[in-house]
Every structure is written in C-alpha cells, then in structure tokens.
C-alpha cells in the first residue's frame, strides 16, 4: 500500500490537473465510481489507477468496481494519500490515469456537430458534453483558445460524455472551416432572427456555441449562414451558453424522434 505523499506517482497525478502536464504527457485524471464504470464500460485501459478497499468497499457500486479492477494497473493506496492525490474533497475511493484519445481524422458524425468558440467556463463546456451524449450531437470540435474538454472540472461535470463522444481540441479556424465544407452551419447568437424551433434539425448541421463573456468570434461569424436564437422575455439579456446549447440539442432530438428517423452520421455531399 502506498502511503507516503510523495511517492512518484502520486506527484505524478497531481501534476496531471494542470493542463501544461496534460498536454505533455497526453493523458488526464478520472474521479469515482461512476466515471470509472464508464471508462471500463466503454473498454478504455487506464494507465494507472490508484484505489482505497475500505473506501470503495462501503457500496455495492463500490465493492464490483473494486472487483472490476482485477487485470488492470491498480494500487492500493491510504485514504489519506487517496485525499490528497484527488482534486474532489471527499474523494469516493478510486481515481485513474488515462490517455487522451488521438483526435479523429475521420468524416463528422452525429446531428448536430458541436463547436465551441472560446467557452471558458468548465462547468457549462462539462454540461454541453453531458447534453451532446444524450441526445446524438457525436462529435465536439474546440476551437483554440477554448477551456480545455480534458480538465478536472470539465471531465467530472460531463459525467462520461468523453467516452462517447469525438472530441476534437485545439483547432484552428482555417482548420475547422475545412472540416465543415459543405456543411450548413448555424451560429446560437441571441440576436439572431431564426428562432431554434423553427429549425429543420433533420438536416445536416453544425451548430457554433461562442463564449460566455466575448460571443462568438469574427471567424465563427463568417462561417455562419444562419444565426440561431431562443426566444425570451424581453427584460432578460441571455441564456447561460450551456443552457441554450442542450435546448438546441434537445429540440433537434425531439424533431428526429417525432420523424422517426436516426442521427445522420455521413457528412453531406
């Protein structure tokens, strides 16, 4: 059993919370039960989990994972060096290092497709995740200067979106607008004159979500052709991005559902 706060892999982890430490080493940290039932379910291969048996033997949930870990790299470590190892105040018995997947180079899936444009805020790039995953929008791309997908806060409020979902971080926009050639891209802007409801979801789209704070950028503008609002009382100025992006999202589920057709997944010709 690990039980020294400065054993190497445990420094190892706590460096993994910060993105430059991400990005060196391509990889990122999972927290709990639940996320871990997801990464395996999903057949990801942890590099290195680090657990507690009297913590994750207190629930059934606990005691299979637990049970689950046979065949991977896990250690036993104290609850205290568990605490101080995890970013999460109590922490729920395990945590993990994985990789971060290589972004795909294959054609986009899923309707809508998903940009984020700047969003800064974890909790709301964590709930878009969570909502993309629940209603078909497969794959994420981010342009550059974005909050990272891959951060504590963002990977515990997405709640396992990052195992369905593909996520495509840190593009340009030269990049970004030849991946969406020939696509009809719509812009979420509360100044738009389309409101989200009276939008064919069935069709091919890719849908822009832009900052909190700024909006979206002069080069998401360009690429956009239809600019997309929620309509709202007029004393209100807007939505939380989050917000407007899952009724977005779930508006185009509820359309192909009342059609009764699929999630387009070809990219259009």
């Known amino acids: ?6 054993n190497p892999k445990v420094k190892y982890i706590r460096s993994l919370y910060e993105h430059p430490s991400r990005q060196r080493e391509g990889c990122f940290v999972i927290e709990g039960i639940r996320l871990m039932e997801e990464a395996l379910g999903a057949g990801i291969r942890p590099k290195m989990v680090l657990f507690n048996s009297a913590l994750l033997g207190q629930t059934p949930r606990g005691r299979r994972l637990l049970a689950g870990l046979a065949g991977h790299t ?8 568990l605490e101080y190892a995890a970013e999460t105040v109590t922490p729920q018995g395990a945590l ?3 990789p971060i997947p290589k972004p795909s180079l294959g054609p986009l899936a899923g ?6 444009d700047g969003l800064q805020d974890p909790g709301n790039l964590g709930t878009i995740l969570r ?7 497969k794959t994420v791309l981010f342009a550059s200067g974005t909050v990272d997908p891959y951060g504590p806060k963002v990977v515990r409020s997405a709640m396992g979106a990052h195992f369905h979902l593909d996520v495509r971080p840190r593009m ?3 990049d970004i607008a030849r991946v969406l050639a020939g696509w009809r891209v719509l812009l979420a802007d509360p100044q738009g004159n389309t409101p989200y409801c009276d939008v064919d979801w069935n069709l091919p789209s890719v849908l822009i979500i832009g900052s909190e704070a700024q909006g979206a950028c002069r080069e998401a503008r360009r690429l956009a052709q239809i600019r ?7 004393t209100t100025e807007s939505l939380n991005a989050a917000v407007a992006c ?8 509820r359309q192909r559902q009342a059609r009764g057709g699929g999630v387009p997944s070809a990219r259009p010709g």
Do not use: D, R
Request: glycine share 2%; proline share 4%; hydrophobic share 55%.
């Open 246 to 253: 899952s009724l977005m999202l779930f508006e185009a589920q």
């Open 111 to 116: 309707n809508p497709v998903l940009v984020i």
């Open 172 to 174: 340009t926009w030269e």
């Open 131 to 137: 909502s993309a995953w629940a209603t078909g929008a």
């Open 228 to 234: 997309v609002s929620i309509p709202m009382e007029a």
């Open 1 to 6: 059993m690990i039980t020294s706060t400065a």
């Open 96 to 98: 993990a290092v994985l």
């Open 74 to 81: 896990a250690e036993e470590v104290s609850e205290q060096v």
